[in-house]
């Protein structure tokens, strides 16, 4: 059987761009999935196809969950990835959007998989997802970094290019695939403050759906986001302004930001610390509420 399986062939896609996100390495705070299943809410994207999880993935790793189904039957939910078809009328272009869980195993095979897909399809340019742990403040505006295969790609973007040397994940792995394959490509990356790594990040999903906006010239309503991202600022303040630790250190962030210097980790709590205080701070509102 192949992995690649079709519930039906989307017909009609103008001049279309595939963007990408995968839950996992990738996704720190949420975000990068987070921007794609926004942008698949507003644009009412219908899956056309799913990658089969047999051949991709360590069930060890992914487990697969138990769930009631109708008639009270219990049914298996296997981890995978689910593409999608969103029509813009009032854009340029439509989109393919692919999320889901990234895979364990057999990324090579796996890329290749999505760089057939988006030939097949007339996909004109590819845009990955990607969210990082950093060493930034809240209160700043998100801190953007990427690649492309060429460089108007990259001025478009207005973002700076990451010089980025390690692991890598399936974000990664996917766009070296489609550079070798002759598709224009980009990779956007969200920076998510490490010391509120627990949490789902609405505020760094919003800067990469503006991103894509530059990139590909399609928007949606994202007045609810907006809401969602004031509301996380506020809430992670309070949680900062209550350890007078974290404060410190946020405040050193934030002139490190502000000064383009990188911040001195002299008499600064460490990540491990500050993190552990915030989940303390986190599990007593809860008991207070």
Known sequence: MQPLIWDRRPDGLRAPAMVCAFQGWNDAGDAASSAVSFLASALHARRFAHIDSEEFYDFQANRPCIRFGEHETREISWPTVEIFEASAPRAPRDLVLVQGVEPSLRWRAFASHLVDLAEALGVQVVVSLGALLGDVPHTRPVAMTGHASDTALLERLGIQASSYEGPTGIV????????????????????????VAAASNPKAALALLRRIEVLI????????????????????GLAVRSDP?????????????????????EEV????????????????RGRDR
């Open 217 to 236: 010239g399609v928007s949606v309503d994202v007045s609810e986001l907006e809401s969602s991202a004031t509301d996380y600022e506020r809430q992670v």
């Open 269 to 284: 709590p460490s990540g491990d610390v500050i993190a552990s205080e915030f989940q303390r701070f986190l599990r007593q």
């Open 245 to 265: 630790d974290i404060q410190a250190f946020v405040e050193r962030l934030e002139q490190a930001a502000d000064s383009e210097e990188q911040a001195s980790s």
């Open 172 to 195: 990664g792995v996917l766009h070296t695939a489609c550079a070798q394959a002759g598709l224009p490509s980009a990779s956007l990356w969200a920076a998510v403050p490490h010391y």
